[in-house]
């Protein structure tokens, strides 16, 4: 797939450090309520930790009591969702639209109107405080 911003895995790997390029760039999990965003609730926008994007506004952030940052709605057109049927589960992975960094998962389990939680990495987030 094609993003607006594109680089190599060697570059991906310098800029982003071993953690960080796990997460964002081969899809990995950080362990369940260790993330610095999972019990943050300032108010900000939530960027993509790669590109800097803006993904999510603090607004639509709740604690989902899952170990992660949820949030129940992205910002229109800033996410990319794609079916993900790793580990004997069907799952929608979510991807950040501008270079494709792997976010985490979305579910239609989420306790407020809009009835979805974004399930995030905070590793693959960064936090602007407005």
């Known amino acids: 797939m094609k993003y607006p911003i594109e680089k190599s895995e060697e570059q991906w790997k310098a800029e982003l450090g071993p953690e960080k390029y796990r997460i964002l760039r ?3 999990t950080e362990y369940p309520h260790t993330g610095q965003y999972n019990l943050h609730f300032e108010d900000g926008t939530y960027s993509c930790g790669a590109c ?5 506004e603090s607004g639509s952030k709740f604690d989902g ?7 129940d709605e992205s910002i229109p057109g800033k996410v990319e969702y794609a079916k993900d049927t790793s580990h004997g589960m069907l ?3 979510i991807l950040c639209a501008k270079c494709g960094g792997h976010l985490g998962h979305v579910f239609n ?4 109107p809009t009835g979805i939680r974004y399930c995030v990495n905070s590793l693959s987030l960064a936090f602007h405080k407005k």
């Not at 009591?65 to 949030?71: E, Q, R, V, Y």
């Open 26 to 28: 081969q899809k990995g």
């Open 91 to 93: 799952r929608t992975e």
């Open 109 to 112: 389990d989420g306790p407020t």
């Open 65 to 71: 009591h899952c170990g992660w940052p949820s949030f």
């Open 52 to 56: 800097g994007e803006p993904l999510f």
